[in-house]
């Protein structure tokens, strides 16, 4: 008989084991990645539902980050300017447009209040005029709008307190108190450049100041320029290179020309005006009041250009008590009052190269008599005016720009760029 195996325990089919494995292996991968894919896309899903749908943000939220974005300034009631200035009992200065008053609101922030006065149209005018430039702008050099008050019984403005006051304080003050060095004014004037080119250069619609002087420009703790005050400020379109004037506007001593003349206007009125501002920061006194230079009758710009023309800057120096560390930018900052200054808008430099200019990124060109047309036997258009124009072969002021009246020059890119113009008779 054939024997019969009986083994109980026979040999696994090794192949069919590997198979298996393999298989399970891959099935438990597969899963694991579906399910990582899967909670990917729900978190993706889930960030872009919040990122994108702002029925997931609370609706005061939604509100706050829009008026953040639009930076738009605060509506305040009387009652709650009354309270933070203690029913307006601190008294800041005063104006032809309005008081100021010091406030604190309850998270202990200071303020300036600036209550309108006035007639009703001019109040506002000046109201729509403020707060449709200061609140849509934001620069270091510019005071900040925080917001408004606008009712029956009051029309105010409310800014962010500068603790050190105007600069007029600090250039006039009778009170012979801690006086803040040329250094440091030096570095006022440059801040004060840098604001006002924003303003002309950088805003979506260019902004005219009209009213750049030394009561106007704040300083902050640590002395930094503020412009401030846009009372008389006004929008213009980039494509209109002059503005309707129905009415002069500025303040006597500051106020170009062309602001009190039947003459087109333009930004160049507060180039002018800068110009004038850097005379007063120079003299450390107002330009109208001239004690101690041997000529009472003597206006101080004036002053300064006959010693400019006579290379006898040092006189300068002495009377205005400027050491000798700060003589090299008390010269830089004559040569650009006394561009800024030119009779003729056209041949005035914009505000950016003014800044470059005492930033000593730009040579300052040599300048004609700024002031020769006011006086008699003078044709202030072919005669008094240095005619400043930009190098077309390179990035520098030329003396072999500054042209007579019978030259014609064509305009180049770079004087388009940057608006100077050439007179020719």
Known sequence: MASVSNNPNPMPNVGAI???????????????????????????????????????????????????????????????????????????GSGGFGTV?????????????????????????????????????????????YGFCFESSLRALVYE?????????????????????????????????RGIAYLHEECPQRIVHYDIKPGNILLNSNFCAKVADFGLAKLCNRDNTHITMTRGRGTPGYAAPEVWLPLPVSHKCDVYSFGMLLFEIIGRRRNYMDVGLGDS??????????????????DLMDVCAIEEKDHEAVERMVKVALCCVQYRPETRPVMSIVVKMLESALPVPESLNPFSYMFSGVNEVDDSLARLAWNGGGADWSSSDVITKSTVVAETPLMRKYEITIASD
């Open 161 to 193: 307190f500068m603790v050190n006051g105007s600069l007029d304080n600090h250039l006039f003050k009778a009170n012979k108190g801690p006086i803040i060095g040329f250094e440091k004014l030096y570095e006022i004037a440059v801040g004060t450049a």
């Open 101 to 145: 008053y010091k406030g604190i609101f309850n998270n202990g922030t200071a303020v300036a209040v600036k209550v309108l006065n006035g007639t009703s149209d001019s109040i506002e005018e000046q109201f729509m005029a403020e707060v449709s430039t200061m609140g849509r702008t934001h620069h270091f050099n510019l005071v900040r709008l």
């Open 297 to 314: 009758q003597q206006w101080f710009p004036i002053w300064v250009w006959g010693k400019y023309e006579k290379k006898e800057l040092k």
């Open 18 to 92: 590997v198979a298996i494995s393999v298989t399970v292996f891959v099935v438990t991968v597969a899963v694991k990645i579906w399910i990582i894919v899967c909670i990917c896309n729900k978190a993706k899903k889930h960030t872009e539902q919040y990122r994108d749908d702002s029925r997931f943000i609370p609706l005061n939220m939604v509100k706050f980050l829009d008026d953040m974005e639009r930076e738009k300034p605060i509506r305040f009631t009387s009652q709650q300017l009354r309270i933070a200035t203690d029913n307006f009992s601190f008294l800041l």
